[in-house]
C-alpha cells in the first residue's frame, strides 16, 4: 500500500488543520472506530460470540505488536498503560538492600514516580542524574546545558554506576524535546552487568525502529494512542523471556497464574511468559482498535511509515533554522534526533519563556496542533505528514511577530 493511502486514511483530521501533535495524542483512522464499536456490538448482542471473537483478536494484536519489536507474542502482556507497566517493572526486580538504579531528570512522569515509590517503600536509591546537550560540545556529552534537553546517555552511565546499580531505566526517545536514546550502546553496557534495562517507547513505537534483542531490553512499556495511532488506556509490556523465572509480580490475579480460573484450589502459581503480568480480561475494545491500527500500518510498511517521517521532520528542522528558531541540541545530530522536532523562541530557554509561549497559542489558534513542553514548542512527525504542511506551517511563522 502506498503512503498516499496511509494519508487519506487520516483526512477527517488533515483536512481541519496541520497536526503536528502525534507526540501527544495520534489521531485514528475509521477502521480503528468500527474495530472498536464491533466489539462491543458482539457483546451487545451475544457475549458468547464476543468471547470466541476475543480468543482470536488478543493472540492476532500481540502477535503484530512483537512483530513492530522484534520479539515473540508470548513476552508480550496487555496493560492500559506505560505507567503501569513501568510499574510492574519496578515491583519486579529483585532488587536487594543497597541497590540502586538510574534515571536521568529528563524523563516523563510514568517513568519516575513508579521509582520513586520503591525508593519510598523498599530503601532501593534512586539516582536521578542530570543531563542537557550543551550546544557547544558533541552530542550526548554529559554536564550543564540548555534545560529541557539531551536523556541518559553511555558518559552519565559511566559516571553515575557503580557495583550496586541494579536497574536503568530511560526513554527510547525524550518526551520534551525528542531526544534518541543511543539504546544499542546502553543496552550492550547493561547486558555485559547484568543490570536490567527498562525502557519507555511512548515516543517512537510506532514511526521508529525498535529492537528489543538487538539492544537487550528486559522490560519496554508502549501505549497505543501516540504514534500507534490507536485508542485511549491500551497499552503493552515486553518482558525478555530469559528475565522472567527472576520476576515476581507486584500484583496478581486469575489471569497471572497457570490452572483454570474456574476452580477452588487456589495455587499462586505464576504463567512462565509475559503472560504472568495481566491480572485479568484486558481492555478488549481498545485491543481491538489497536489491532485494527497495527494491521493497517502493517500494510503500509513500517520502515516506509519511517523514512517519511525521517525526512519530513528533517524538512522542518532546516525551515526552523531558516527562520532563525532555537532548535533543541538533539534536532542537530543525525545521531540524537528523532521526529519529534522541538524549538524556542525568543533568546532566553528557560522554561516557560513568553515569547515561546505567545508563539505555541498563536500556532494552535492557526489550526497548527503542536505542544508546549518544558519551554520547548514540541512538533510530532508522523509518516502521513507531508512536507507541504511543513512549507505550510513556515509561512504561518513568518506572519508572526516572533520571525
Not at 510506532?206 to 519496554?220: A, C, E, N, S
Not at 485508542?231 to 520476576?247: D, K, W
Not at 502459581?269 to 493497517?296: H, Y
Not at 532546516?318 to 528523532?338: G, I, W, Y
Request: hydrophobic letters at 40%; charged letters at 20%.
Amino acid at each position: 500500500m502506498a503512503l498516499e493511502d496511509f494519508r487519506r486514511a487520516f483526512a477527517q483530521t488533515t483536512q481541519k488543520g496541520i497536526f503536528f501533535d502525534n507526540a501527544s495524542m495520534g489521531p485514528v483512522i475509521p477502521d480503528v472506530t468500527r474495530a472498536m464499536t464491533h466489539c462491543m456490538e458482539l457483546r451487545q448482542s451475544m457475549p458468547m460470540k464476543y468471547y470466541k471473537y476475543a480468543q482470536e483478536l488478543f493472540p492476532a494484536c500481540r502477535t503484530r505488536l512483537a512483530a513492530i519489536i522484534g520479539a515473540e507474542p508470548q513476552d508480550i502482556a496487555f496493560t492500559e498503560n506505560v505507567a503501569y507497566g513501568i510499574n510492574c517493572a519496578a515491583g519486579a526486580i529483585p532488587f536487594q538492600p543497597g541497590d540502586n538504579m538510574i534515571l536521568c531528570d529528563r524523563e516523563f512522569a510514568s517513568n519516575v514516580y513508579p521509582w520513586m515509590l520503591l525508593e519510598r517503600t523498599k530503601g532501593v536509591q534512586v539516582r536521578m542524574v542530570p543531563s542537557g546537550l550543551p550546544r557547544d560540545q558533541e552530542a550526548g556529552a554529559p554536564g550543564p546545558g540548555v534545560p529541557g534537553s539531551g536523556g541518559l546517555t553511555l558518559a552519565l552511565l559511566e559516571q553515575y554506576a557503580d557495583e550496586h546499580t541494579r536497574a536503568v531505566a530511560l526513554s527510547s526517545v525524550e518526551f520534551s524535546d525528542g531526544y534518541a536514546a543511543d539504546l544499542q550502546a546502553i543496552g550492550q553496557w547493561c547486558h555485559e552487568r547484568g543490570i536490567f534495562l527498562v525502557v519507555d517507547g511512548a515516543q517512537s513505537l510506532g514511526v521508529m525502529p525498535m529492537d528489543v534483542k538487538k539492544y537487550h531490553i528486559d522490560f519496554l512499556a508502549g501505549l497505543s494512542s501516540k504514534w500507534l495511532l490507536g485508542p485511549f488506556s491500551t497499552g503493552f509490556l515486553y518482558v525478555r523471556r530469559e528475565r522472567i523465572s527472576q520476576l515476581i509480580p507486584p500484583f496478581a490475579g486469575a489471569d497471572s497464574v497457570k490452572g483454570d480460573v474456574d476452580s477452588l484450589s487456589y495455587r499462586l502459581d505464576f504463567k512462565e511468559d509475559a503472560s504472568r503480568f495481566e491480572t485479568g480480561l484486558p481492555n478488549a475494545p481498545g485491543i481491538a482498535g489497536l489491532n485494527a491500527s497495527l494491521k493497517f500500518m502493517e500494510e503500509i510498511g513500517p520502515e516506509k511509515i519511517y523514512q517519511e517521517a525521517w525526512k519530513v521532520s528533517k524538512t522542518l528542522i532546516q525551515v526552523l533554522k531558516d527562520l532563525n528558531f532555537h532548535l533543541a541540541p538533539c534536532a542537530m545530530s543525525e545521531k540524537t534526533r528523532s521526529p519529534i522536532v522541538s524549538f524556542y523562541a525568543g533568546n532566553d530557554p528557560i522554561q516557560y519563556n513568553q515569547a515561546t509561549s505567545d508563539l505555541y497559542r498563536y500556532l494552535r489558534e492557526m489550526n497548527v496542533a503542536c505542544s508546549l513542553r518544558c519551554g520547548y514548542i514540541r512538533m510530532g512527525i508522523h509518516g502521513y505528514n507531508t512536507e507541504e504542511e511543513v512549507y505550510k506551517t513556515a509561512e504561518i511563522l513568518k506572519k508572526s511577530q516572533w520571525i
